[in-house]
């Protein structure tokens, strides 16, 4: 069943221009990972900019991108609006203040 699926989608690729390089190269990726996406080079060295490390997948690097505009949790904003509050009422130190007392 599964090698008839990768027979009709090695034909479809073909008959679409594909080289056979690249379908199987695909099919190997299909076969070893979650999926493959279809990125320019531009992206990928965007992308590969991001990394910390040469090991940190991309797939990290984009969770990460996504997390930045992903919604706050309703805990996230309470905490953000306490701390806002602590603010305008003074509560708080200046690094300066925090530096004098540690004695850097």
Do not use: C, P
């Not at 008839?4 to 034909?11: D, K, P």
């Not at 003074?90 to 007392?101: C, D, P, S």
């Amino acid at each position: 069943m599964f090698l008839s699926f990768q027979v009709r989608i090695f034909a479809r690729l073909f008959s679409q221009g594909f080289n056979t390089k690249n379908i199987i190269n695909y099919m190997v990726t299909m076969y070893h990972a979650n999926t493959t996406i279809a990125i320019s080079e531009r992206l990928r060295a965007t992308l590969a900019k991001r990394k910390f490390s040469d090991k940190e997948s991309y797939e990290s690097v984009i969770w990460d991108l996504i997390e930045d505009t992903m919604e706050l949790s309703e805990e996230t904003k309470r905490e953000l609006e306490e701390s806002r509050e602590e603010i305008r009422k003074g509560h708080f130190k200046t690094l300066a203040q925090v530096r004098k007392e540690l004695g850097d």
